[in-house]
């Protein structure tokens, strides 16, 4: 299993976009001007369009695969890391933030840390389960 998640031809074109995204949130916790916020939502925004993307083709690419690639998605599917998969990586880490950032991007109004955190949260959950999900 550790062989079908952590292997995959998809680990560096997924943990680049994320760590991508990682900066862009640590930058965006610390002060900067209007213009410098606006650029950095603009460029969060593409990283986790592009993250979303990659990790559904991700869970995709181990679905169609042979049976132990099969075996290693069912731990995303329908297997222990379920839910704190979807919850706290896709949900909470991905499309809140997104959300948030487009928001913000269109209303011109700051959402302050809570896109920023999110995406840190998110992307130390990505890293997390994949390498424990590996393990199990």
Same mark, same amino acid.
């Given at each position: 299993s550790f062989r079908a998640t952590? @292997?995959?031809p998809l680990m560096g074109p997924l943990f680049l $976009?994320? *760590?991508i995204a990682s900066g +862009? @949130?640590?930058m965006q916790l610390? $002060?900067?001007g209007r213009d410098e916020h606006t650029s950095l939502q603009q460029w969060l925004v593409g990283a986790l369009t592009v993250e979303i993307a990659l990790v559904f +083709?991700? +869970?995709v690419g181990l679905s169609t695969g042979g049976v132990i690639p099969r075996e290693a998605s069912e731990l995303f599917v329908? *297997?222990?890391y379920t839910g704190p998969f979807w919850a706290l990586v896709v949900l909470l880490g991905l499309a809140t933030?997104? @959300?948030l950032a487009v928001i913000d991007l269109r209303r011109a109004t700051p959402t302050r840390a809570w896109a920023p955190s999110l995406v840190l949260v998110g992307a130390l959950a990505l890293?997390? +389960?994949i390498i424990s999900a590996g393990q199990a």
């Open positions: 952590c @292997a995959s $976009p994320s *760590g +862009i @949130a640590l610390l $002060p900067m +083709i991700y +869970i329908q *297997g222990i933030p997104l @959300a890293r997390f +389960i």
